[in-house]
Nanobody, 126 residues
């Protein structure tokens, strides 16, 4: 069974940076999986943040585009989310999830994701 472990959350300052990692285990060929990052701000619905396909295609929500960068290291079964220019509104629990091969046209909804990892808390505060 596929398992995902998100880490790297913590306290960040406005304008600062954090890097999240999502490590997958139980996968036969990690290269075949698309990985998405999602977040749930306090008191709000879950939202899609970014997704990277098996071919390296990347997708971002409008709220994080030009600030966040998603990347993958297939040798380490890991996907990263580099978060720069942090804003107070980035405060949320961040989750990673998998889909097969592609992120899908509605990746941001999370509906197509098959496996979800435990979350990591990101708090942006001055």
């Amino acid at each position: 069974e596929v398992q995902l472990q998100a880490s790297g959350g913590g306290l960040g300052q406005p304008g600062g940076s954090l890097r999240l990692s999502c490590v997958a285990s139980g996968v036969t060929i990690f290269d075949d999986y698309a990985i998405g990052w999602f977040r749930q701000p306090p008191g709000k619905e879950r939202e899609g943040v970014s997704c990277i396909g098996s071919d390296g295609s990347t997708y971002y929500s409008d709220s994080v585009k030009d600030r966040f960068t998603i990347s993958r290291d297939n040798a380490k079964n890991t996907v990263y989310l580099q978060m720069n220019s942090l804003e107070l509104e980035d405060t949320a629990v961040y989750y990673c999830a998998t889909d097969y091969l592609r992120c899908g046209n509605t990746w941001y909804s999370g509906d197509g994701m098959d496996y979800w990892g435990s979350g990591t808390q990101v708090t942006v505060s001055s």
